[in-house]
């Protein structure tokens, strides 16, 4: 279990997500309000690869429901993952903006009764001797993963560049979080 280090990092919450299962659009569960993950424990499960931030709290959310998941087949790419989902071979377990984001006709996102949230935030560096608002630079993140209790807290460390700006840029219309969230 990893915490953030308040003392090394200033931070700001900007968003916070949810896992749902995802199935396709021909599978027994499509047209639930709802489910209980321990509904889908028998299941072949297609998730992101291991060591990915999806991954971990799929693998999480079922052991915390009482069971391990089968997983059939693991990757990196969201399209993939959703296109294998669509076939009927198996089904996953997704952050909901994730699923939003890569659209896909062909399956169905169906709500968790557990919750399982993840909260994305900027952080950067603390300057030592210094409580300041960092310099935030789209073109300066990088990635960390911290789990605290039953919250997954995904990073986006912004390192302060020499000569940017005192906030940080908005992203494009095209880009968005999730475009950073998926680039891990």
Not at 67 to 75: E, P
Not at 132 to 156: A, Q
Request: hydrophobic share 40%; glycine share 4%; proline share 5%.
């Amino acid at each position: 279990m990893n915490y953030l280090e308040t003392d090394r990092y200033l931070y700001r919450a900007i968003a916070s997500d949810h896992l749902l299962a995802v199935v396709s659009r021909h599978h027994r569960v499509t047209g639930r309000s709802s489910l209980a993950l321990a509904e889908l424990a028998n299941e072949n499960y297609i998730l992101f690869d291991r060591g990915t931030i999806g991954h971990e709290l799929a693998v999480d959310a079922c052991r915390a429901a009482g069971f391990d998941l089968h997983i059939f087949c693991a990757s990196r790419r969201v399209e993939s993952v959703l296109r294998l989902v669509a076939s009927n071979v198996g089904i996953s377990l997704m952050m909901e903006e994730v699923v939003r984001y890569h659209s896909h006709l062909e399956v169905a996102p169906i709500p968790l009764e557990e919750t399982s949230e993840s909260t994305i935030i900027l952080a950067a560096p603390k300057e030592r001797g210094s409580n300041d608002r960092p310099n935030f630079s789209w073109n300066s993140w990088t990635s960390v993963s911290l789990r605290r209790k039953d919250e997954c807290l995904s990073i986006w460390c912004a390192l302060p560049l020499p000569d940017a700006p005192t906030s940080y840029s908005s992203p494009t219309p095209r880009q968005s979080v999730t475009d950073k969230m998926l680039s891990c």
